[in-house]
Structures are given as C-alpha cells and as structure tokens.
C-alpha cells in the first residue's frame, strides 16, 4: 500500500515537473542543506545546554527563547524542502534504507522533544538557572543530540542507496 502511494504521487504533472526541472530539485536540495546547518547548529547548542555540556551560565529559558524562534524557521525551511524532495522523487526514496532510518529517527526526536516540552520542561522555574539541568532533561538533551547526528549522518547516506544491509535487500526493497 506505501509503495502505491508513493509511485502515485510519482505520476503527478507536478511531481514530475519537479523531478525534470533543470535546477528545481538542486535547489531544493540546497536549501535543505542550509537549513539543516541552521537547525543542527541551534538544536545542537540547545540540547548541549539541557545535556550540562554547554551554555551554563546561562538560564535555560534565556537559551530557549534566544534560539527557538530561528530554529524554528529552520525547521520549517527543512520540513518543506525535505518533502519536496520526496515529491520529485519519490520511487528513489521509498526503497531507499537510509531514508527510511532517517525517517524512523525524525520519529524519535520529535516523540524526544514532545515528551520533553509536555513533561520535563513543566518544573523548568525550579532548575531554570542551574548549570546543570535535572537527570531527565539532560537525557533528553542526549537522546536529542545522538539521534540529530543520525539524522545527518543517514540523510547524507541517502545519496549512496547500494550501501545497506543485506537483510534489507533481502525484502526485496534494494535500491
């Protein structure tokens, strides 16, 4: 059923307008790039900060409110371009290993920081200017900054599609 949705929206004029314009899917691409510095670099920071590793002296709420609002146009700069890539070209992506672990983990950073901002984040006036943040702040801190280095790491592995586990093309989904 997955693979009939994406090979549908391979067959729209638009999808393939994209997928055949000279430098629509490069730009795409760049702008994805960029925006994932941006997010990297500011996400990075802020989980550091929870994680104890970085920016103590500062209080949490000062880097929270210091660095999510560009992260955030980041974020949304990325999401946008990320699924427009998956537009293009979606039957290069859907049998795809590395896109599909990038995938699986963008899952956990985002169920990471829900748990975080739902729970955690709740008693931040009691631990605000500490320099080091409560056991499960910091863990999720952690949790945040190894699964963003994932994230990189696997959507750049995304471009050599012939490197994955054998078990993986053992289902037949092979590049």
Same mark, same amino acid.
């Given at each position: 059923m997955l693979?009939?949705?994406?090979?549908?929206?391979?067959?729209?004029?638009?999808?393939?307008?994209?997928?055949?314009?000279?430098?629509? %899917?490069? %730009?795409?691409?760049?702008?994805?790039?960029?925006?994932?510095?941006?997010?990297?670099?500011?996400?990075?920071?802020?989980?550091?900060?929870?994680?104890?590793?970085?920016?103590?002296?500062i209080r949490v709420t000062k880097v929270q409110s210091g660095l999510f609002p560009l992260m955030f146009v980041g974020l949304g700069i990325n999401a946008i371009t990320g699924i427009l890539m998956v537009y293009a070209q979606p039957m290069r992506y859907y049998p795809n290993f590395w896109f599909w672990m990038k995938m699986g983990m963008l899952v956990v950073v985002a169920v990471n920081a829900a748990y975080f901002h739902m729970n955690i984040e709740k008693s931040v006036d009691k631990w605000d200017s500490d320099p080091i943040a409560p056991l499960q702040a910091r863990v999720a801190g952690y949790v945040s900054l190894a699964f963003w280095f994932g994230i990189i790491a696997t959507g750049r592995m995304v471009a050599y599609s012939g490197l994955v586990p054998q078990w993986w093309l053992d289902l037949g989904l092979g590049s």
């Open positions: 693979r009939e949705l994406f090979e549908w929206v391979e067959a729209f004029p638009s999808s393939l307008s994209l997928r055949e314009s000279l430098n629509g %899917y490069v %730009y795409c691409l760049t702008a994805h790039v960029a925006s994932m510095g941006l997010v990297a670099g500011l996400i990075g920071f802020w989980d550091m900060r929870l994680a104890g590793l970085a920016l103590r002296g």
